[in-house]
Antibody, heavy 119, light 110 residues
Framework: EVQLVESGGGLVQPGGSLRLSCSAS????????MHWVRQAPGKGLEYVSV????????YYADSVKGRFTISRDNSKNTLYLQMSNLRAEDTAVYYC????????????WGQGTLVTVSS | QSALTQPPSASGSPGQSVTISCTGT?????????VSWYQQHPGKAPKLMIY???MRPSGVPDRFSGSKSGNTASLTVSGLQAEDEADYYC??????????FGTGTKVTVL
C-alpha cells in the first residue's frame, strides 16, 4: 500500500525558513517523480514543485521560484521541500503527491502538513 | 503557469445534471489529453474522479463524465446526489513533468 507521510509543518515568522519532509513507502520511490501541491485555507489547489526520479530535474511555480528548493534522498525514500524567505501567502496545507503515469491515472496524496506564516 | 479557469460555483437539484468548465491554453489543456478532475470534501485530500479527459478510475460512478474541446475541458455530473456536493478541481499536464490546477468550483446540491 502506497503511503506518503508529510512532516515539518508549523508556525514560522515572515522571512523565516522551514523544511518539509515526505516519507514514502509501499512503492519503489526512486522510480517516480514526486510533487508538492499546496492549499491555502479556504482556497484552491496550487501546484508548487516537482522533482524527477533521480533528482536531476526540478520545476517550481513562479510564486515560489528562488525561495523554495525541492530535493529527495532515494536511499531514505524521502522527499523534501526547503522553504525560505516565507511570506504570509505561503500559509497552506502542503501535500506530497505521487502521480502514476504522465496521465496521472492513479494519484496518491499524503495527509498534508500545515505551514502557518505569521508574526 | 497560470491556474486553469473554472467557474466559482455550480448547482443543481437532486437528479439533475451540472457541468463544470475548465479553460486553459494551448500549453496545457489544449496541448495534451491529460486533463484530470478531482473531488474534494472539506478537510479531505482530493479524490481522482476523471483522468485523461474522460477516463474513470475504478470505483467512480459513471454519473461522472469528462470531455474536452480545444483549450476547454468539462466535467458533467449527471443524476446529482447529495454526496456530490463538494469542491471540484481540474488539472492538466503542462509539459516538462509539471502540472497545473484549476481555480476550483463549489458544487451545491439544492
Amino acid at each position: 500500500e502506497v503511503q506518503l507521510v508529510e512532516s515539518g509543518g508549523g508556525l514560522v515568522q515572515p522571512g523565516g525558513s522551514l523544511r518539509l519532509s515526505c516519507s514514502a513507502s509501499g512503492f519503489t520511490f526512486s522510480s517516480y517523480a514526486m510533487h508538492w501541491v499546496r492549499q491555502a485555507p479556504g482556497k484552491g489547489l496550487e501546484y508548487v514543485s516537482v522533482i524527477s526520479s533521480n533528482g536531476g530535474s526540478t520545476y517550481y511555480a513562479d510564486s515560489v521560484k528562488g525561495r523554495f528548493t525541492i530535493s529527495r534522498d532515494n536511499s531514505k525514500n524521502t522527499l523534501y521541500l526547503q522553504m525560505s524567505n516565507l511570506r504570509a501567502e505561503d500559509t497552506a496545507v502542503y501535500y506530497c503527491v505521487k502521480g502514476v503515469g504522465i496521465n496521472w491515472y492513479r494519484v496518491y496524496w499524503g495527509q498534508g502538513t500545515l505551514v502557518t506564516v505569521s508574526s | 503557469q497560470s491556474a486553469l479557469t473554472q467557474p466559482p460555483s455550480a448547482s443543481g437539484s437532486p437528479g439533475q445534471s451540472v457541468t463544470i468548465s475548465c479553460t486553459g491554453t494551448s500549453s496545457d489543456v489544449g496541448g495534451y489529453n491529460y486533463v484530470s478532475w478531482y473531488q474534494q470534501h472539506p478537510g479531505k485530500a482530493p479524490k481522482l474522479m476523471i483522468y485523461e479527459v474522460s477516463m474513470r478510475p475504478s470505483g467512480v460512478p459513471d454519473r461522472f463524465s469528462g470531455s474536452k474541446s480545444g483549450n476547454t475541458a468539462s466535467l458533467t455530473v449527471s443524476g446529482l446526489q447529495a454526496e456530490d456536493e463538494a469542491d471540484y478541481y481540474c488539472s492538466s499536464y503542462a509539459g516538462s513533468n509539471n502540472y497545473v490546477f484549476g481555480t476550483g468550483t463549489k458544487v451545491t446540491v439544492l
